[in-house]
């Protein structure tokens, strides 16, 4: 008598199990390609570390994964329109997923999130168009994008990104006047959490919150040291200063610390942003009230810079907003 167990049978091609296999196969090998051109991107990158910040990156991969997804699910278009938002949503796993592997931060997940949500849908409506022109073909032109990536990487090397001149400003209205609050732009020490506001960028992108802003000197030699979090550290040099009117100042960032604690992408003064300089001005608006306001100036050159300076808008907007509450209330609290 034959009590041999049969082995289990192989799932069906149509399976939820086989679907779940390929699927899984196909965003292994998706992954593995994202990596290996994020890697050498990173490695041909003009400043040893911004290959992330690169077209390649952005937006031809994004685009080439949407469109392999896209042709993977509907291999002879007869999904309908709104089947591109899976490609779109495996395109998003795989940046998520990449991030964690790579130990990105959150702010670069976030700043990558919507290019390539965006540059997904581009890919698959593509091949959805292909699908109704060229329906014999479709396999074989949607094939041929999955090169793009790489073969951007060639004109990534040898294009210089434009520069864009940007400034951002924010002010609050704070009941007292400019000598009242001009002693708090000198030195604010001791910064505790509660004292902020929340935000986006400090919230949610997790941005470390200020701790302390002290000047050390008077005028035009005296510089500004501050201080975020527990080992952000950067300074502030004078060039102008006209008390109870304005303060302004340069940015020197000694130290890596910014770039280190925050995205290791973005640094501050590199080859794709650099923040300038910056300053406080108050405005008297009658004998008991004044507007204060803070401004940056900074230089972004990417291939988007329209798209970087919308981030820099929320994200500098966020952290003078967060600065200038906590002027008000300090201000204010400690009048007369």
């Given at each position: ?30 992954l593995t390609v994202s990596l290996i051109l994020f890697l ?285 509450h906590i002027v008000k209330t300090r201000a204010e609290h400690?009048?007369?």
């Amino acid at each position: 008598m034959n009590n041999k167990i049969p082995d289990d049978p192989l799932p069906e091609p149509s399976s939820p199990l086989w679907v779940a296999i390929r699927l899984a196969i196909i965003l292994a090998f998706a992954l593995t390609v994202s990596l290996i051109l994020f890697l050498i991107s990173e490695a041909i990158s003009k400043d040893g570390g911004g290959g992330a910040i690169s077209l390649s990156i952005l937006v031809v991969l994004p685009y080439a994964l949407g469109s392999v997804f896209y042709l993977l699910s509907d291999l002879h278009g007869q999904k309908p329109k709104r089947a591109t938002i899976i490609p779109v949503v495996l395109v998003l796993l795989i940046l998520i997923i990449g991030a964690i592997i790579l130990r990105e931060g959150v702010i670069c997940v976030a700043m990558l999130a919507p290019l390539w949500w965006l540059f997904a849908w581009f890919g698959a409506t593509t091949v959805k168009i292909l699908h109704n022109r060229y329906r014999k073909r479709t396999t074989l032109h949607s094939s041929i994008l999955l090169a793009l990536p790489f073969l951007m990487l060639v004109v990534d090397a040898n294009t210089v990104s434009p520069i864009t001149t940007s400034n951002v400003e924010r002010s609050v209205l704070i009941n007292a006047t400019p000598n009242e609050i001009w002693p708090h732009l000198l030195k604010m020490d001791d910064i505790q959490q509660s004292e902020g506001r929340w935000n986006v960028t400090q919230n949610i992108l997790q941005v470390h919150r200020p701790r302390s802003a002290v000047v050390i000197g008077e005028k035009t030699n005296a510089i500004r040291y501050a201080a975020w979090g527990a080992d952000i550290t950067f300074e502030e040099h004078i060039r102008e200063w006209h008390e109870n009117e304005d303060l302004r100042w340069e940015f020197v960032f000694a130290n890596d610390s910014v770039q280190k604690y925050t995205d290791r992408h973005i640094s501050p003064d590199g080859a794709h942003l650099k923040i300038q300089n910056g300053g406080y001005r108050l405005e008297p608006i009658n004998t008991q009230q004044t507007r204060l306001f803070l401004d940056t100036n900074y230089l972004v050159s990417t291939p988007v810079n329209t798209y970087g300076t919308l981030w820099g808008e929320l994200i500098l907007g966020d952290i003078q907003s967060n600065i200038l509450h906590i002027v008000k209330t300090r201000a204010e609290h400690h009048k007369g």
